[in-house]
């Protein structure tokens, strides 16, 4: 008992980057029971006073041939009242990353907890071919500016993060804003 409240509460002093805010629990699918990870309470959070909604590109190569990410999408805050209501998609998040996959097709890592402020973007996820998926990155807020008064156009990097997929990191990836398409 006395390990586990102390693994507790060193796991709770890390912080979102290092702490699983998921708990396994049983739902019933077409074949029974399976274990998913559901969200603890709290597993998600923005605090952001400025719009930092877009999608985030990196200048390099992001994770293994058979799995890189395109981008790193952010939205308004609409969309985070609406998730963090309980009101969650399973195609769609107010924060996600999306990768490339063989075959032309792209796959969407979703939230099993995110914390967004204005200089800070944090996301865990899943992907059911790589694993765990996490997403740290530091906002250049005069860069976001920049970017979003010349639509995205310019090299300069709004953000810079540390990727990890599965047992893997990408650290020091710059990533250059845009508006979209």
Same mark, same amino acid.
């Given at each position: 008992?006395? !390990? ?5 509460? !060193? ?13 396994? &629990? ?5 074949? +029974? ?8 309470? *709290? ?10 909604? *877009?999608?985030?590109?990196? +200048?390099?190569?992001? *994770? ?17 009242? !609406? ?5 969650? &998609?399973? !195609? ?34 899943? &992907? ?37 997929? *599965? ?15």
């Amino acid at each position: 008992m006395r !390990t586990s409240f102390i693994l507790a509460f !060193t796991i709770a002093g890390l912080g979102l980057a290092g702490c699983d805010l998921t708990a396994p &629990s049983k739902v019933k699918d077409g074949d +029974g029971a399976v274990e998913v990870a559901t969200p603890r309470a *709290g597993a998600f959070a923005h605090s952001q006073t400025g719009d930092l909604s *877009g999608y985030y590109n990196p +200048g390099a190569q992001v *994770g293994p041939d058979d799995f890189q990410l395109m981008t790193v999408f952010v939205g308004q805050e609409p969309e985070f009242k !609406t998730w963090e209501a309980g009101q969650r &998609s399973t !195609t769609f998040a107010p924060v996600m990353l999306e990768f490339s996959v063989p075959g032309e097709t792209t796959e969407r890592v979703l939230p099993d907890s995110y914390s967004v402020s204005d200089d800070r973007i944090r996301m865990t996820g899943t &992907s059911p071919g790589h694993g765990r998926v996490t997403f740290d990155a530091r906002l250049d807020q005069g860069a976001l500016s920049t970017a979003r008064r010349n639509l995205g156009e310019g090299e300069a990097s709004a953000m810079t993060a540390t990727v990890t997929i *599965g047992d893997r990191s990408y650290t020091g990836m710059k990533f250059a804003w845009s508006g979209g398409d």
